[in-house]
Antibody, heavy 120, light 107 residues
Framework: EVQLVESGGVVVQPGGSLRLSCAASGFTFDDYTMHWVRQAPGKGLEWVSLISWDGGSTYYADSVKGRFTISRDNSKNSLYLQMNSLRTEDTALYYC?????????????WGQGTLVTVSS | DIQMTQSPSSLSASVGDRVTITCRASQSISSYLNWYQQKPGKAPKLLIYAASSLQSGVPSRFSGSGSGTDFTLTISSLQPEDFATYYCQQSYSTLVTFGQGTKLEIK
């Protein structure tokens, strides 16, 4: 059974930093591009970032480029999101998601999300 | 970035109704269009990928169509468990974008 379990969400002050983690199981992790998608309270879905199977390619939404860094450790079946210079508008539930097929950018499995609150 | 616009933003319907939700892309995205269902407090669920392919395990009352810039999600006969928010998403561009969502409510 595919499982994605996010962790690391907390309350942080504006300008602060945070690292989210996503532990994957039930599939061959290093076969798939992985993504972070967020959802602000009561709002829609916003794609944040992707990382290729080997970590060689990364992409970011304009809203987080230069502040967030996605990474992965295939030996630990884990995905990460380093979040710096946090803003109140980064407050959201952060999901990790897996590609349906290689490089498809169709998200067939999602975690339960981890809540990041940026507030003073 | 490619903008995705869904209509309507909300919709009231009854069990047994046939419902159609539309999604329009700001440029041609071929058939790189996916649909998700999200229920309150839950992660989104992939329903349709590549515009018209039904994801494994999804009931056949869900169908998708379209190509280029205009797409539709149809639920042929609404069931109680279908009341949720639906999102389209383009996967044509590496910078993925979602529509704003359509909330389907019980009439």
């Amino acid at each position: 059974e595919v499982q994605l379990v996010e962790s690391g969400g907390v309350v942080v002050q504006p300008g602060g930093s945070l690292r989210l983690s996503c532990a994957a199981s039930g599939f061959t992790f290093d076969d798939y591009t992985m993504h972070w998608v967020r959802q602000a309270p009561g709002k829609g879905l916003e794609w944040v970032s992707l990382i290729s199977w080997d970590g060689g390619s990364t992409y970011y939404a304009d809203s987080v480029k230069g502040r967030f860094t996605i990474s992965r450790d295939n030996s630990k079946n884990s995905l990460y999101l380093q979040m710096n210079s946090l803003r109140t508008e980064d407050t959201a539930l952060y999901y990790c998601a897996k590609d349906n097929t290689a490089d498809s950018r169709e998200f067939d499995y999602w975690g339960q999300g981890t809540l990041v609150t940026v507030s003073s | 970035d490619i903008q995705m616009t869904q209509s309507p933003s909300s919709l009231s319907a009854s069990v047994g109704d046939r419902v159609t939700i539309t999604c329009r892309a700001s440029q041609s995205i071929s058939s790189y269009l996916n649909w998700y269902q999200q229920k309150p407090g839950k992660a989104p669920k992939l329903l349709i990928y590549a515009a018209s392919s039904l994801q494994s395990g999804v009931p056949s009352r869900f169908s998708g169509s379209g190509s280029g810039t205009d797409f539709t999600l149809t639920i042929s006969s609404l069931q109680p468990e279908d009341f949720a928010t639906y999102y389209c998403q383009q996967s044509y561009s590496t910078l993925v974008t979602f529509g704003q969502g359509t909330k389907l409510e019980i009439k």
